[in-house]
Nanobody, 127 residues
Framework: QVKLVESGGGLVQAEGDLRLSCSAS????????VAWFRQAPGKEREFVSG????????WYADFVKGRSAISRDNVKNTVYLQINSLKSEDTAVYYC????????????????????WGQGTQVTVSS
């Protein structure tokens, strides 16, 4: 299984911007649907954003809609998540997840849809 590696997390001031990267080592995610989830302390993991294998379909949770953009570069084997106007409530560990399922449909925001997960990258927003 391809190993997913997240990067780009760190400490950011409120209203700042951040770009997270999800890269594949020893393989490719060019044929995968890829999503970002996050888990804040004491809370369940939740869907943030996702992109289809072709990049044509993108999905966003309401709490990032309008201030986030997901994209993929299949040449670089990387999926990016840009989040702008960060808020303290965006503080969480952000996880990249992927699946080679041919179709995800309305399940794009379900953890169970994805079978390959990265280790996560911490994002801390200071107010």
């Amino acid at each position: 299984q391809v190993k997913l590696v997240e990067s780009g997390g760190g400490l950011v001031q409120a209203e700042g911007d951040l770009r997270l990267s999800c890269s594949a080592s020893e393989g490719t995610i060019g044929n995968d649907h890829v999503a970002w989830f996050r888990q804040a302390p004491g809370k369940e993991r939740e869907f943030v954003s996702g992109v289809s294998r072709t990049g044509v379909a993108v999905w966003y949770a309401d709490f990032v809609k309008g201030r986030s953009a997901i994209s993929r570069d299949n040449v670089k084997n990387t999926v990016y998540l840009q989040i702008n106007s960060l808020k303290s409530e965006d503080t969480a560990v952000y996880y990249c997840a992927a699946t080679q399922k041919s179709y995800v449909g309305s399940t794009y925001d379900k953890e169970s849809t994805y079978d390959n997960w990265g280790q996560g990258t911490q994002v801390t927003v200071s107010s």
